[in-house]
């Protein structure tokens, strides 16, 4: 079976957030299972290397306002076709925004244009290769469905919700200039209150939407999580379907990650204590062996529900642990992190800034990681927590709440806790959980317990694959 995966960014080659990490990491899953996975995405300037080494497969004279055209390249294990469009790609910086913070004013073009390649692609195939599904995710690639409304014996197309909070809205004057058919602007397609909707036009025409996990499928029906788009989901609930995403377990794993000063596995946590001793290093931290060090790796967000976390520090402080903190991204949170780690030296340390090997480092030396979001489809430092036993304290939502097991009395007596979860978002609730952290912490029986039951959890793609493949096969006809 041949898919198309399409999206705006794709680890190890350019990253965000979690999207990337998803896109760089399932299609390995998927081709053990004899699924062929191709991915097109935008040719940053990042890419230059890897598309340099590949085969040019289609050419554009005029792709809304320039010459484009994709070259077919294989790195990291991964099929990549590579849309080269200078005039929407070709630019220093950020992928989304320009360097004062404010979206690409062409993004209606820059991720129209992906789409758009991607339909053709779909209806005409490539290389002399055929999609029978089309995968797109999240908005940037949530127009395809709508190119392919007008197309007879186009594949079927999924849409998958990374995150409903970013929607894509543009002005509908531009309908005409992306060719996109101007029938489908209504509020049941692709009309979100007077604008042009990418995500809604996906979420009104895909033949499937899955969202990345069971909890914020549910949630997106609601006002509360659905941002506006309740409605439409609550339309197409027969169609959704919630899927946990998976971490790639090869290149996060603590038994050989070579990030580490000292690898460790369920059986030897003692090696974890020369990591501590270097995230304390790294953040200027006192270790204190009584106490845990807790560790947040982080976009700077209110939807990451870090400003509450600023609130409770007191508390931590006073309870002898410690806190690392690792993000980047609202300049206001930013600063108060700094601030911080200047009011509390030796117990709060700070790195604001974006540095994988940092992350990998603090995953592998905190004993726990802070996660307190508002809201989080499905999060994936909680799942890096697991893997490397570093205990995640959640709030009860979203993928959180799918993905950890809340220390309650029950399960710790029966072995299966792995975390501290509480709800809803307030500093007293995010208190009452790092005081159980604290607690558990002081009791080395109960901590082992947890830690190596979280070590054990699964948090690879295996589950997640066998149930996008029945998927694939449902909308392909292939079962
Ligand atoms: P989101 O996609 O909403 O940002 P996820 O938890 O799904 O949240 O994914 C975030 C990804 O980005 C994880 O792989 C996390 O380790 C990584 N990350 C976030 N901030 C940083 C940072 N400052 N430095 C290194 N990695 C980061």
Known sequence: MNILFVASECGPFIKTGGLADVIGS???????????VRILLPAYPPLGQVMAAGEPVRAM?????????????????????????????????????????????????????????????????????????????????????????????????????????FQGLFDPS???????????????????????????????????????????????????????????????????????NGIELVAWNP???????????GETLKNKAANRAEVARRFALDDNQNAPLFCVISRMTTQKGLDVLLEVLPRI??????????????????????QAARTWPGAVGCVIGYDEPLSHLMLGGSDAILVPSRFEPCGLTQLYGLRYGTLPVV????????????????????????????????????????????TAFRDPQVWTSMVKAAMAYPVGWEQSAKAYKALYDAVSGAS
């Open 174 to 244: 531009l309908i005409a200039p992306l060719g996109l058919p101007d029938w489908l602007f209504h509020p049941e397609g692709m009309e979100y209150y007077g604008h042009l909707g990418f995500l809604k036009a996906g979420i009104a025409f895909a033949q499937k939407v899955t969202t990345v996990s069971p909890t914020y499928a549910a949630e997106i029906m609601t006002p509360e999580f659905g941002m506006g788009l309740e409605g439409i989901v609550t339309a197409r609930a027969a169609d959704l379907t919630g899927i946990l």
């Open 26 to 36: 399932f299609p390995k899953t998927l081709a053990g299972m004899g699924i062929r």
């Open 61 to 165: 004279d005029n792709l809304l306002g320039g010459a484009a055209r994709v070259v077919a390249a294989s790195s990291a294990g991964l099929e990549l076709l590579l849309l080269d469009a200078p005039h929407l790609y070709e630019r220093p910086g950020n992928i989304y925004v320009d360097a004062a913070g404010r979206d690409w004013s062409d993004n209606a073009f820059r991720f129209g244009a992906l789409s758009k390649v991607a339909a053709e692609i779909a209806i005409s195939g490539i290389d002399g290769w055929k999609p029978d599904v089309v995968h797109a995710h999240d908005w940037q690639a949530a127009l395809i469905p709508a190119y392919l409304k007008a197309a007879p014996g186009a594949p079927p197309t999924i849409l998958t919700i990374h995150n409903i909070a």
């Open 395 to 438: 709030t009860r939502t979203g993928g959180l709440a799918d993905t950890v097991i809340d220390a309650d009395p029950a399960a710790i007596a029966a072995g299966t806790a792995t975390g501290f979860q509480f709800s809803p978002v307030t500093p007293s609730t995010l208190e009452g959980a790092i005081d159980r952290a604290c």
């Open 317 to 338: 402080v006073a309870r002898g642990a410690r806190l690392a903190v690792l993000g980047a991204g609202d300049k206001g949170i930013e600063a108060r992190f700094a």
């Open 255 to 265: 038994v050989d990650d070579l990030l580490l000063p000292r690898n460790y596995s």
